[in-house]
């Protein structure tokens, strides 16, 4: 099991800038959940899909944020325009369909808008 | 609501010595309760779960953790700390029952410092 896989892990992009962040969850998991993590404010459910569906997306903090998940293998966060305040870790992490299943993080994307 | 509180941002350990990461939370009914480590430029690592049963649950790398329903605590401990435990440590909760994934609520984190 390769686990939860995020790509890119650094991105580096300009005001202003489309970002697209990108999630392939673990096989066999109905969840998926995108997370941002600040010094700040610590770690924020941005959004999360339950078999493909958004299920609760009151986390994002603007129109600027949008998220798909096309199949159950593929997720994308994207962000557009972006800007200095958007720069953060973003996690995803998947889970099975048990209240107490635990969540399976990838290793992030350290976004950075200049 | 659902709160979780840990209510150190950080615990100095000296190897060897036996550690504790305290988390105290707040739920309807009952809780599901879990703790998570980081270590640096990586991904939440899930280390144990409390669902029911027994208060004392055991996890990961040779940490366990104590449920306490009347002091509504899940303190997290090691009898002998290691310096490669040194990372930030999540508490979670989630009420039991509550029908939703969504609801799980993490801690601020407390970062472990494990001195040689």
């Known amino acids: 099991d390769a686990g939860v896989i995020q790509s890119p892990r650094h991105e580096v992009t300009e005001m202003g800038q489309e970002v697209t962040l990108r999630c392939k969850p673990i096989?066999?998991?109905?969840?998926l959940f995108w997370y941002r993590q600040t010094m700040m404010r610590g770690l924020e459910l941005l959004i999360y899909f339950n078999n493909n569906v958004p299920i609760d997306d009151s986390g994002m903090p603007e129109d600027r944020f949008s998220a798909k998940m096309p199949n159950a293998s593929f997720s994308t966060l994207k962000i557009q325009p972006s800007e200095p305040r958007d720069s953060a870790v973003y996690f995803c992490a998947s889970s099975g369909d048990r209240e107490y299943s635990p969540l399976h993080f990838g290793n992030g994307t350290r976004l950075t808008v200049t | 609501a659902q709160s979780v509180a840990q209510p150190e941002d950080q615990v100095n350990v000296a190897e060897g010595n036996p550690l504790t990461v305290k988390c105290t939370y707040s739920v309807s009914g009952n809780p599901y309760l879990f703790w998570y480590v980081q270590y640096p430029n990586r991904g939440l690592q899930f280390l144990l779960k409390?669902?029911?049963?027994?208060?004392l649950v055991k996890g990961s790398y040779g940490f366990e953790a104590e449920f306490n329903k009347s002091q509504t605590s899940f303190h997290l401990k090691k009898p002998s700390a290691l310096v490669s435990d040194s990372a930030l440590y999540f508490c979670a909760v989630r009420d039991a029952g509550g029908g939703s994934q969504g609801n799980l609520i993490f801690g601020k984190g407390t970062k472990l410092s494990v001195k040689p």
């Open positions: 096989s066999g998991h109905d969840y």
């Open positions: 409390y669902i029911t049963g027994d208060n």
